[in-house]
């Protein structure tokens, strides 16, 4: 806390106003990606949006692969958020560890765009896990936590928790994959129009979990 005191202390005028300019741009970029993908993000329109010139957008993000390592590293940051909540409900470690793994998921369900933004390869957007800040792998890492916990209280099976967690992470990617990239699913598909999307995720969150136990 002392340190982010003192930051803001010794900050500039000059170094304030740039923070600022840099955080209208992000959040711009953000709006218009949020309905129209990364497609609809140029550098003119962001200089509209926030009345500056592309030239002066330049000299906060040397190129839009810049821009949209900001905008992936604040929606980790957000679904890291939405994880420490998760786990601040507490109850038992399958009980933490399902409640965890709906808000990755619905996380996902609610920006869809970051999310495919996140983990899918385009043209400016590759796959990132190891150029971006450490904040990508902190839900990986409290799943680690989660799933250490629960093999020394005995409920879950022995074994390598980074593999396991790897395996978790790959499940639910998939689940949550289907449901951004499928308007229609679960329930659109031929036969499953009883399906609801909570009782798959319900259902999926438990079998990992069975899978997890001894």
């Not at 340190?3 to 170094?15: I, K, L, M, R």
């Not at 994880?83 to 793994?101: F, P, V």
């Not at 369900?109 to 899918?120: G, K, Q, T």
């Not at 916990?149 to 022995?158: K, P, V």
Request: hydrophobic content about 40%; aromatic content about 8%.
């Amino acid at each position: 806390m002392a340190a982010e005191a003192s930051t803001d202390v010794d900050d500039t005028p000059a170094d304030r106003r740039r923070r600022k300019v840099r955080e209208a741009i992000i959040d711009a970029a953000e709006t218009i990606f949020a309905t129209d993908g990364e497609e609809g993000i140029s550098m003119r329109r962001l200089a509209e949006a926030i009345d500056y010139s592309p030239a002066a957008i330049y000299k906060y993000f040397a190129s839009k692969d810049d821009l949209f390592t900001a905008i992936r590293e604040m929606f980790f940051e957000r679904l890291m958020a939405r994880i420490n909540e998760a786990m601040e409900e507490g109850g038992g470690t399958a009980q933490l560890c399902a409640r965890c793994m709906r808000a990755y998921i619905e996380t996902g369900m609610e920006e869809p765009n970051h999310y495919m933004m996140a983990f899918a390869p385009s043209v400016t957007a590759k796959p990132h896990l190891h150029e971006e800040k450490e904040v990508a792998f902190e839900a990986e890492a409290a799943l680690v936590e989660m799933i250490q916990q629960g093999q020394a209280e005995g409920g879950f099976r022995s074994g390598d928790p980074r593999v396991m967690s790897k395996s978790v992470w790959a499940s639910l990617h998939g689940l949550t994959q289907l449901i951004v990239c499928l308007d229609d699913f679960p329930n659109g598909m031929p036969g499953s129009e009883h399906v609801t999307l909570d009782s798959v995720i319900d259902f999926h969150a438990d079998m990992i979990i069975r899978g997890l136990m001894n």
